[in-house]
């Protein structure tokens, strides 16, 4: 089975001051795209919320609108795939808590965004 990969857009799009703020639904779909070309075997989840809710999904990534909190969102989906291997990209360490004791694994946002881009 492919590595699900739960990605908090609010938390990755935040992690580089490049004027996201302006456009919140344009920052998300760039991810959104980046996203869509890392080429790996990983099914890929995009939680957004707010002002990016309207973003669609792409063939790669599926966006998933929460209709709250995204950290809500990304838990409870989290809890709904605990039987498989889940990896929780996000640097919110009250998510990271939540989202392990249903045996996600986390990693930064770094490892889809570097630095700067």
């Not at 998510?95 to 986390?106: D, I, K, M, S």
């Amino acid at each position: 089975m492919t590595v699900l990969m739960i990605v908090d857009a609010a938390n990755v799009v935040g992690s580089v001051p490049d004027g996201w703020w302006r456009d919140r639904r344009g920052a998300a779909e760039r991810l959104r795209d980046r996203l869509a070309r890392r080429g790996g075997e990983e099914e890929i989840v995009l939680v957004v919320e707010g002002a990016a809710r309207g973003v669609e999904s792409v063939p790669g990534v599926r966006v998933d609108a929460a209709p709250g909190s995204g950290d809500d969102r990304i838990v409870e989906l989290a809890a709904a795939h605990a039987d498989r291997d889940c990896v929780v990209v996000t640097a919110d360490r009250a998510l990271r808590e939540r989202v392990a004791a249903y045996g996600a694994r986390c990693v930064g946002p770094r490892t889809v965004r570097p630095e700067g881009g």
